[in-house]
């Protein structure tokens, strides 16, 4: 019998855990306090994996119907954790509605089973105050959309286990997702604090006249990204030069001179913000039917670049 994981929350992000562990051979349960939320839920999956078959781009070995037949509903938590060997928690993004939910699992849980939460900026100190089963807790922070971008930041609690860390990892790497680990707590954990270095500095340089919001996503999207979907800054750094050593010695004091004109956080409000709305409903309306249809293009990418990466030869 294949075994058995549990997801708290059926939104769009539970949605993708279901898919990405059911791809993997588990049998998923899918929990919240609302049964119709659970039916809507499920007819979602069927939906989108019956697409992904068809494109070819459904992951895992098994059909789309096997795939479903390893996912059922549940509205009682106490069934629900029955089996369970991982625990993820996918509510939304409420410091008090998460704590609630790990202070009732922490209660009805056993010792073996790793109790996770989908979070993006609550830090665990926070979220696992005082649990009972605290060495058993971590936050798995996908990246979205998870079923096509496989990054997931793992970061402990200071009083998580290192085999919590270990058997998630493992988990993660067995459902086809790239987890990292974070070694210690950070506000904005990895991605978004890079993330928001970039974003930072594309407002500034908009703000400030140097380049409009348009031509700004082409250097992203025609340059930096193109290289990032495949290495990393660090080792851009070390390809661009004879190694990091000399990458350094040849570039550091450009790169100080450039950072110490850095300007200050941006307010992400007033002129620039309508200036930068106003660019990209000039290529994207902000009604919901123009964003989901580039939501759907962007995915469409999304897989594309992820089949490529898959038929690169190994590093």
């Given at each position: 019998?294949?075994?058995?994981?549990?997801?708290?929350?059926?939104?769009?992000?539970?949605?993708?855990?279901?898919?990405?562990?059911?791809?993997?051979?588990?049998?998923?349960?899918?929990?919240?306090?609302?049964?119709?939320?659970?039916?809507?839920?499920?007819?979602?999956?069927?939906?989108?994996?019956?697409?992904?078959?068809?494109?070819?781009?459904?992951?895992?070995?098994?059909?789309?119907?096997?795939?479903?037949?390893?996912?059922?509903?549940?509205?009682?938590?106490?069934?629900?954790?029955?089996?369970?060997?991982?625990?993820?928690?996918?509510?939304?993004?409420?410091?008090?509605?998460?704590?609630?939910?790990?202070?009732?699992?922490?209660?009805?849980?056993?010792?073996?089973?790793?109790?996770?939460?989908?979070?993006?900026?609550?830090?665990?100190?926070?979220?696992?105050?005082?649990?009972?089963?605290?060495?058993?807790?971590?936050?798995?922070?996908?990246?979205?959309?998870?079923?096509?971008?496989?990054?997931?930041?793992?970061?402990p609690h200071p009083e998580t286990a290192p085999a919590t860390?270990?058997?998630?990892?493992?988990?993660?790497?067995?459902?086809?997702?790239?987890?990292?680990?974070?070694?210690?707590?950070?506000?904005?954990?990895?991605?978004?604090?890079?993330?928001?270095?970039?974003?930072?500095?594309?407002?500034?340089?908009?703000?400030?006249?140097?380049?409009?919001?348009?031509?700004?996503?082409?250097?992203?999207?025609?340059?930096?990204?193109?290289?990032?979907?495949?290495?990393?800054?660090?080792?851009?750094?070390?390809?661009?030069?004879?190694?990091?050593?000399?990458?350094c010695n040849r570039y550091g004091e450009s790169m100080k001179?450039?950072?110490?004109?850095?300007?200050?956080?941006?307010?992400?409000?007033?002129?620039?913000?309508?200036?930068?709305?106003?660019?990209?409903?000039?290529?994207?309306?902000?009604?919901?039917?123009?964003?989901?249809?580039?939501?759907?293009?962007?995915?469409?990418?999304?897989?594309?670049?992820?089949?490529?990466?898959?038929?690169?030869?190994?590093?």
């Open positions: 019998m294949a075994t058995s994981v549990l997801l708290v929350g059926s939104g769009l992000i539970g949605r993708s855990w279901a898919m990405l562990f059911a791809s993997g051979g588990f049998r998923v349960k899918l929990f919240d306090t609302e049964q119709q939320q659970i039916t809507n839920a499920l007819e979602n999956i069927r939906k989108d994996m019956k697409l992904l078959e068809q494109s070819g781009s459904l992951k895992g070995s098994l059909s789309a119907e096997q795939q479903l037949s390893l996912i059922t509903g549940c509205s009682n938590i106490q069934e629900a954790v029955e089996g369970a060997i991982h625990i993820q928690e996918c509510v939304p993004e409420d410091l008090a509605l998460k704590k609630k939910v790990f202070a009732q699992l922490d209660g009805i849980i056993s010792d073996d089973v790793v109790l996770s939460s989908s979070t993006s900026c609550l830090l665990p100190s926070q979220l696992f105050a005082g649990l009972v089963h605290v060495k058993q807790c971590i936050v798995a922070h996908p990246v979205n959309p998870p079923y096509y971008v496989p990054l997931v930041e793992l970061v860390v270990d058997r998630t990892h493992a988990l993660m790497q067995k459902i086809g997702q790239s987890p990292v680990r974070v070694l210690r707590e950070v506000d904005g954990f990895v991605l978004n604090r890079l993330q928001y270095a970039v974003i930072s500095e594309a407002w500034r340089l908009v703000q400030e006249g140097i380049v409009s919001p348009n031509d700004l996503d082409l250097v992203m999207s025609h340059g930096l990204g193109l290289r990032y979907a495949f290495i990393g800054p660090l080792e851009t750094m070390h390809l661009n030069a004879e190694g990091i050593l000399s990458y001179h450039v950072l110490k004109t850095f300007g200050p956080i941006p307010e992400f409000s007033g002129a620039t913000v309508e200036k930068i709305h106003q660019a990209m409903c000039v290529k994207v309306p902000d009604d919901p039917e123009h964003l989901a249809a580039r939501r759907q293009w962007r995915d469409q990418c999304l897989m594309s670049i992820a089949k490529l990466k898959s038929q690169m030869p190994s590093q």
